[in-house]
Structure formats: structure tokens, C-alpha cells
């Protein structure tokens, strides 16, 4: 499919390349194509797509952007403008304002934050070029705005995981009210604190839990070990510590070490027991060490995902609007066999070293 759009795009790739690879992060749209590939960018039936990353705040993170990377080369019919918002939302937008200007044939966006992006989108569907949403969602209030999004269902990994902590509290005869949990959240407003943190909030409601308070943690695992020592300040007696990311369970990890508490799953024995997401290797060996209780995944290989959406869109084919794709639960055995969240069952994975090996991330 040829487009003007095309075209002005890749002059202006042409004028670019030579000035901007090799720019530091979030200093301007990089082509990540490599100095001697960048000469396709000539070729205008490569298709030009403008991506804006989150920043790198996380294990997660970085093997999100890898897959975006290993997708779209210019071995693979692409130009790919790679923005890095460094965790700043107006960033964000202006990276998506700057790929309207340049005329980019795609926007593939994944949002810091949900709200803010009406206006922006308005000019980008304006401008006539489709806008897929990935990771983390956007609320607009026309989804036409929207051609399809693909990330994760928040709230059902959530849930996944206060399941399992209820199971575990059944199991081993824990009384719910004797849960003394603190929430590190991750950056405010970002889809996964919103869904993880909300079904946190619904599953102490349903089960008694004693809910201590929250503190910032931003998804980094600096962030998580400070968030984690206002907490032991605040909050002496925790005994569950909900992170909404692997890399703040790192940083968590550090500061209850260093405030001699023992890290495990016998809360009647004063341990204090971790909840995570993300189930990336670092995670999942804390796993397997008995660091973390239960790991829910949450899978960052969108690249082909999107890849596969953007072709059917060129062929002219019906993609699905949502697509929230499947991920596991892991936990240190098979003691809990399943969970089941809306009368679906999602069995419980334990961590092995083959398991351990294979993971790429
Ligand atoms: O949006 C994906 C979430 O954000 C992942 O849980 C986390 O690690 C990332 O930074």
C-alpha cells in the first residue's frame, strides 16, 4: 500500500538519520534501523511507525521494547521511530505530536498514563493515521480514536493473585482478619495500578483482609525499596506486601532484609509474605528462593502482536478492537493446584530451573 504519507516520511527519514542516530534517549525520534540499514528508509514501500515507549523502568519494560525492536526491522519491511518518554506523560505526547509531523503510516502507542489523550488522538485520527494502543490502556471518550488496542487484562491479574492468597490463607487455616497488607503501587494513573490495586481493594473487601495503607513504588526497584521502608515505618506489624511490579519486590526485598524481617510465607510466625507481577527471571528465581509467594505474570512480547495487526490492517482486513492476551500464575509449589477467578479456573505454575532457563526475560 502506497501512501503520501509515505513518502514525505521517508525524505524526511533520509534528512534525519544521519543527525539522529546515535542521539541519546528521549532527545528525538531515533530510528533504531542501524546506520548502514537506515538507506531503506528510502524505500517507500517500507511502512514508517512511530512508537512511544514508556521509559525503562523495568525488567518488563525492557524486554517489551526488545520485542518492539526484533519486530519491526527494516529487514521486515519497517522504519521504526523509537521515542522514550522517560515516564513523563507530556513526554509522551509530544513524541505522538512530533510523529503527525512526520507523517509516520502507523502510531503505536503505549500510554504512561490512561487519561489526558482525547485532544492528541483527535489530531491523529485528523491526520488519518491509525493509532494502535499496546501494554497499557488509553480512556477516550471516542473510541474511534482507537483502532485496536492489545495489552493485558489488569484487574483479572489482580484477582488472580488475591485468590491465591485467599487459597493459601485457607489452606494453611490463616484467619483473613490476622492479613496486615500494604500496597507498593506503581505509577499512579498507569492502567496496571489501576486494575491491580482495584481488585486488591475488592478482594479485602470480600475477604476480611486488613488493608495497612499504600506508598509509591512507580514500578522501579529503587522506588519500591524507599516505598518499602516508609511502610515498615509506618506500618510495624505488615505481614503481606502487594507490589504492583517485579522490580519494585526487588527494591522491597532490600529494605526488609536490611530492617532484619524475615521474608517467607509463615505469617503465623511473624514472616512477611510478597505478592508480585510481571514473573520476569529475577522474579521468578525469588520465586523459587521463596522471596516472592506468587507471581502473576504479565507478558511483554507485544511486538508480534502488533506486527500481525498492522499487516491485517494493510490487507485491508477486520482486526479485533481488544485483545488482552493470556497469561500464568506462578507460585514456589503446586500446593495450591489452581485459582479460580469469575468461575474460570487458571492453574497455578510452580517454579522450576527448566522453567527458569527458558525464560528470556
Ligand atoms: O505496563 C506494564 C507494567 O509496567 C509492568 O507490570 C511493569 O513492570 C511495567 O513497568
Redesign the pocket.
Known sequence: MKRTRKAAAAALLIAAASFLYGCGKGQGSTSKNSPETSEKTADDTALTIGFAQ??E?????RA?SESILNAFTAENGYNLLFEDAQNDPDVQMASVQKFIQEGVDYIVL?PIIETGWDPILKEVKEAGIPVIVA??NVAVSDDSLVTAWV??DWLLEGAKACEWLNEYCRKHDIPPTSLKIVNIQ??IG???QIG?DAALRMGAGKYGWKMLGTSKGE??QAKGREAMDDLIGRFPDLNVVYC????EAYGAIEALEEAGKTIGTDLENGEVMLIS??A?RQGLSYVKEGKIACDVE?N?DHGPRIRELIGKLERGETVEKEQAVSEQIFARTDEIESVTVSDQEYPVVPVTDELLAERTY
Open positions: 514508556v521509559g523502568e523495568s525488567d518488563w519494560r517489551n503505549e501494554d497499557r495489552g493485558s506503581g505509577t498507569s492502567s496496571p491491580r514500578f522501579t504492583d511490579n517485579d522490580n507481577f510481571d520476569a504479565c511483554p
